[in-house]
């Protein structure tokens, strides 16, 4: 949709910040634990199971407001896709049921007034930037809104996944997600189950891996190396998205839970969720607040997006930190966003 531009600039943007103090590892908690219950059946094809447990969730020294503070989570345990759902997984979901996502959808009139009718086509946000730019202040300089770019078409017309089967999808808005979850007996992920998934049972470290960004010197996910958005010097491989086994799983055997794209999230955003949390003692399955709220964009529902995408460096947004939260309007995706899902039971 036409607001895809506008929003994943929003979701992103104003998240910069230059650069981190270095972490201190906090002392391990009694309260910690992962959970000892193995599931009771095989696994689902393609799914591993987290066992649950009680951690720390959030961050306090990401520099960033809305992921602090840290606060104890306790998540029962679940079954999550191992990666994030591929571009060959979603093309056997739209030949199956010929779902259409937003991005593929003409914008409603309705949704846009004032919008001459002419400018109301179907497409999506594609990272775009211009060699000569350097600012970080204005989003729109690197974002495009390009009509016909969708999860079949990535770059717009013309270009394709040929080639790209086992990337990400992406170009995914969270009603798609949620559509193609129901489809496949599935759901998203609550936050609180992605972030405890993602931690891959480490205690508080910075990263999904551990604390290094680049634990014996290789880069362990694929985000941005370089000067953002002008310099991208491919250190890790991937100037857009891998392959999703391309990096080292975490603990618990998940691909992707840092880096390459963003993925959805069940819960509503507001950038005050845990500070309530923090105030009621360990909280047990969070389902996320009951609205949303986002006082950069008051009046857009959104929902929390984790993991960081392929356009995060520690210069540029850096919400691969497995304790930040991204977010992004339901209605829209772009070129870094796709998801992936979870089962209860097997
Ligand atoms: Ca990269």
């Given at each position: 949709m036409l607001a895809s531009l506008m929003l994943i600039s929003a979701c992103q943007a104003k998240y910069d910040h230059a650069d981190h103090a270095a972490t201190t590892p906090s002392a391990p908690s009694a309260a910690v634990s992962i959970n000892k219950v193995t599931p009771s059946g095989p696994a689902p094809e393609g799914m591993v199971w987290v066992p649950?447990?009680?951690?720390?969730?959030?961050?306090?020294?990401?520099?960033?407001?809305?992921?602090?503070?840290?606060?104890?989570?306790?998540?029962?345990?679940?079954?999550?896709?191992?990666?994030?759902?591929?571009?060959?997984?979603?093309?056997?979901?739209?030949?199956?049921?010929?779902?259409?996502?937003i991005a593929e959808q003409k914008p409603d009139p309705k949704d846009f007034p004032g919008v001459p009718e002419e400018n109301l086509v179907a497409g999506c946000a594609v990272f775009s930037p211009s060699p000569a730019i350097d600012s970080l202040d204005n989003p729109y300089a690197w974002w495009r809104y390009?009509?016909?770019?969708?999860?079949?078409?990535?770059?717009?017309?013309?270009?394709?996944?040929?080639?790209?089967?086992?990337?990400?999808v992406v170009h995914i808005a969270w009603d798609d997600a949620v559509a193609y979850a129901k489809w496949v007996g599935k759901r998203l992920p609550t936050e609180a189950e992605f972030e405890f998934a993602a931690r891959g049972g480490l205690d508080r470290k910075r990263y999904a891996w551990g604390n290094e960004m680049k634990p014996a010197g290789k880069?362990?996910?694929?985000?941005?190396?370089?000067?953002?958005?002008?310099?991208?010097?491919?250190?890790?491989?991937?100037?857009?998205?891998?392959?999703?086994?391309?990096?080292?799983?975490?603990?618990f055997g998940l691909y992707d839970m840092g880096g390459n794209v963003w993925q959805w999230c069940s819960d509503w955003y507001r950038p005050d969720y845990f500070a309530q949390l923090a105030g009621w003692g360990t909280t047990r399955n969070p389902q996320g607040p009951a609205d949303s709220f986002d006082p950069q964009e008051p009046g857009i529902k959104k929902r929390v997006q984790k993991s960081g995408s392929f356009l995060c460096s520690d210069r540029y947004c850096s919400r691969y930190l497995v304790g930040s939260r991204g977010k992004g309007a339901t209605d829209s995706g772009s070129s870094n966003v796709g998801f992936r899902c979870v089962k209860t039971t097997g």
């Open positions: 649950g447990g009680t951690f720390w969730m959030g961050c306090d020294d990401c520099d960033m407001p809305d992921a602090a503070p840290a606060h104890l989570v306790t998540v029962d345990g679940f079954w999550m896709d191992r990666t994030p759902v591929t571009n060959a997984e979603f093309a056997k979901f739209v030949k199956a049921t010929g779902y259409m996502t390009v009509p016909g770019a969708n999860w079949k078409n990535p770059e717009g017309p013309g270009s394709t996944t040929n080639g790209r089967e086992d990337h990400p880069w362990a996910a694929n985000i941005w190396q370089g000067r953002f958005p002008s310099q991208n010097t491919l250190e890790d491989g991937y100037e857009r998205t891998s392959p999703v086994t391309t990096f080292a799983p975490n603990g």
